[in-house]
């Protein structure tokens, strides 16, 4: 990897400067593969670059370059950091699933699974766009990166690719430069921190700094080479002065003198506002040794030649950050009193320090055992091991579980904000994440432009769009498949709402209707005889009362029985008259035959939640019905043929008399067995006439009968008898049907 030498800030690392390099060739990239790979595997990777070359076949780069010139550099960067073979030949394709038309099968077919696989996966990433500069945003389109990488060597893939791009900006417009050079410090400058990967993060900076503020770039590029000039004498002055220290000890180090880089300068000046002398001015060591402990002697030593200044002292050995760095950091107050930087680490640290997770290769290359990206979960859980014993630090194994073992999602809103949500999470969870008003009147979704329905998991990276209707309410079936704690309480929270809503308005009717058997009514009636039954019977108010009532938890002739005072002898005959019709509230057939002479509950199918049409029997406009009053849940219509009915018998005192309303246009579910003759596309026949009739399947079961016939179970919603009459004689016309009959409970 080119490394950025102190010398390398004077000109700023633009891109596309026009000192024609020498072409680097697919021989170069195996020659320098031939140091630490197989032979066998070097072939594969010269076959991976042939595959890529055709593809690319007279495609360019802006530069004019063939375009394949870009996946061999990304290539040749990974070569650098001695990834896995499969790593290179994947860079090496990593652009054609996006630019050619060549698709994954074809990969798998060509170079197997895992080499598909993170072509596949470093597709995916260069898809989806990052498009708002907040920086919550940028933060969780981080997140929704690592999310959606499986395998760590995706990222590293597109790292490289980024860095490629970023050193080859040169050609591009204004404004497209400035643009990736945003994303980049927004969000593979980070990526490539969290992965501990200092040496390309350092270069990807720089390049990102010198092309979003060229003029600033520039002034500290000169403050720097100016003060170079000054510091050159301190600098060997205290090299000198620590080496010959050690050397007294008899510990060995390598002493470096280390510059900071242009970026980390204007950072720190930014941040901190400070001076640049005030950054700059500071003299930074690193001393590299052999083992840990000689770490710890050689700090004696230096805090030994220079005071350290106070509360500067760090033990990142002990304690490692969070990426994984390993160092000892001390502050010492150096001669003529300018303040000395410290770093003091191993080899094996320094390594870790420079290339972060992909140092795992660099330690392993030519370790044949397991797959090199075993071996990256393994560094990974290694340094989370560390982090342990070390004494804990939540942020860090929480930093590490979100972005390596996720369980979230992440997805874009149409406009571009990015919503974190819990993995599994449906439209419907999206949508309450949105706006509580959002999720309560949500009747689709559309995922990618496309509708979904609303139950649809939802995946890292989709654009997600919810479809709101005025007046629509969130379904009770919903609860089945939400999954976070924001939709199901709202949700659950609405539909209680609702239906203490409708079971006031269907108490009030039924305590109506009792009332006007005996000719009474709830406004004529004395104000105090209500008060004190609701006192009676320690209800708060008269809606509580009714909501009761409309629950089933009061029956509405008791209470209308005693609504009426028992001591007022003129009122005796009334309370006799609630009295009888008790009694012939009890439905006709309970009597044997007669029907009862009071005026039926009228039902229009739109009373909601608390009037409910049972699943047994499936009655509809023109049946017979009766409604059994069940706690808490209002009354049940049922088919007066229902051979449930007879089973509640001996609760008469539940049952009450209703009757479908004339105006009902609501629709019913009711199902229907249908004997069809075994052929292809009988069912498929029946659905169409179905279809055809204006009615919808609801649910539909199919099941062999014998090697000649099959029954079809059919629930199908219709608006009435007459409806559905039409629609088994259209049924029962077609060749293939034998018999159709309704199922009643
Ligand atoms: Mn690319």
């Not at 000192?19 to 195996?30: E, G, H, K, Q």
């Not at 400035?178 to 992965?195: F, G, K, M, N, Q």
């Not at 001393?287 to 005071?307: A, P, Q, S, W």
């Not at 009193?337 to 392993?364: C, F």
Request: net charge neutral; with cysteine; glycine share 6%.
């Amino acid at each position: 990897m080119k490394i950025l030498e102190p010398s390398a800030h004077a000109a700023p690392p633009m891109a596309g400067d026009d000192t024609p390099a020498p072409v680097f060739s697919i021989d170069d990239l195996c020659a320098m593969l031939a140091h630490y790979l197989e032979p066998e595997h070097v072939d594969q990777v010269r076959h991976a670059y042939m595959f890529g070359a055709e593809a690319h076949k007279g495609q360019q780069r802006i530069s004019g370059e063939p375009y394949i010139s870009h996946p061999l550099a990304v290539a040749r960067i990974l070569a650098e950091m001695h990834l896995d073979y499969h790593s290179i030949m994947a860079a090496l394709l990593h652009d054609v699933i996006e630019d050619t038309g060549i698709v994954k099968e074809h990969l798998t077919k060509e170079f197997g699974e895992e080499v598909a696989d993170l072509v596949d996966g470093v597709s995916k990433l260069t898809q989806i766009k990052f498009q708002t500069k907040a920086e919550a945003q940028a933060e969780n389109f981080r997140k929704m990166l690592l999310a959606m990488t499986r395998d760590i060597r995706v990222i590293l893939v597109k790292l490289a690719d980024r860095l490629h791009n970023m050193r080859t900006l040169g050609p591009m417009m204004p404004d497209k430069r400035r643009r990736i050079a945003r994303e980049t410090l927004d969000i593979y400058v980070p990526i490539a921190h969290r992965l501990g990967l200092n040496t390309l993060r350092l270069e990807l900076e720089e390049l990102g700094f010198a092309t979003l503020y060229p003029m600033r770039y520039r002034v500290l590029a000169e403050a720097v080479r100016k003060a170079r000039g000054n510091r050159k004498e301190v600098l060997q002055k205290i090299t000198l002065a620590m080496e010959s220290r050690l050397e007294q000890e008899g510990l060995t180090g390598h002493i470096l003198g280390r510059e900071k880089h242009l970026y980390s300068v204007y950072q720190k000046m930014r941040g901190k506002h400070v001076s640049f002398s005030e950054v700059f001015d500071v003299y930074a060591f690193r001393i590299i040794v052999e083992k840990v402990d000689t770490c710890y002697r050689v700090l004696g030593v230096v805090h030994g030649l220079y005071k350290p200044v106070p509360g500067k002292f760090k033990d990142y050995i002990a304690i490692p950050k969070s990426n994984g760095y390993q160092a000892i950091h001390t502050v010492l107050f150096g001669p003529y009193g300018v303040p000395i930087e410290v770093q003091i680490r191993t080899e094996d640290m320094n390594k870790v320090a420079e290339s972060g997770i992909a140092a795992h290769w660099l330690y392993k290359a030519g370790d044949k055992s397991g797959g090199a990206h075993i071996r990256a979960r393994e560094w990974l859980r290694e340094v989370l091991e560390m982090q342990k014993n070390a004494g804990n630090s939540l942020e860090f194994v929480e930093n590490v579980k979100i972005d390596l073992f996720p369980d979230e999602v992440y997805v874009f809103t149409p406009k571009g904000k990015i919503m974190q949500l819990v993995r599994g999470a449906t439209g419907v969870d999206f949508a309450y994440a949105v706006h509580t008003d959002v999720g309560n009147s949500c009747v689709a979704i559309k995922i990618d432009r496309h509708l979904a329905p609303l139950s649809t998991a939802l995946n890292n990276g989709q654009t997600v769009e919810v479809i709101t209707a005025a007046g629509a309410q969130p379904n009770p079936a919903w609860l089945n498949f939400v999954i976070t704690g924001k939709a199901r309480a709202n949700i659950r929270n609405y539909l209680k709402n609702l239906k203490s809503e409708e079971a006031i308005i269907l108490g009030k009717r039924l305590l109506d209707k009792a009332l006007a058997e005996v000719s009474l009514s709830i406004v004529t009636l004395p104000e105090e005889w209500v008060m004190r039954l609701l006192q009676d019977l320690k209800v708060k108010d008269l809606d509580s009362l009714y909501e009761d009532i409309g629950l089933g938890n009061r029956m509405a002739a008791l209470v209308a029985h005693r609504l009426i005072p028992v001591d007022d002898v003129a009122n005796e005959r009334s309370r006799t008259g609630i009295k009888n019709v008790l009694t012939r509230y009890v439905p006709a057939w309970l009597k044997g035959g007669e029907r009862s002479a009071s005026q039926p509950l009228l039902i229009k199918g739109t009373e909601g939640m608390v009037v409910a049409f049972a699943k047994c029997c499936h009655p509809i406009p023109g049946d017979q019905v009766l409604g059994f009053v069940s706690a808490g849940r209002g009354i049940v219509i049922h088919s007066e043929e229902c051979k449930n009915v007879a089973e509640f018998r001996n609760r008469p005192e539940k049952w009450i008399d209703v009757q479908w309303a004339p105006e009902v246009t609501s629709e019913f579910p009711v199902e229907v067995r249908v004997d069809v003759v075994n052929q292809r596309g009988a069912l498929a026949t029946v659905a169409a006439a179905i279809a055809e009739m204006g009615a919808n399947i609801d649910n539909l079961q199919f099941e062999e009968r014998d090697g000649k016939y099959s029954t079809l179970t059919i629930v199908v919603e219709v608006r009435d008898r007459v409806h559905l009459a039409k629609i088994m004689r259209r049924i029962r016309s077609l060749d293939i049907v034998a018999r159709i009959n309704r199922t009643k409970g």
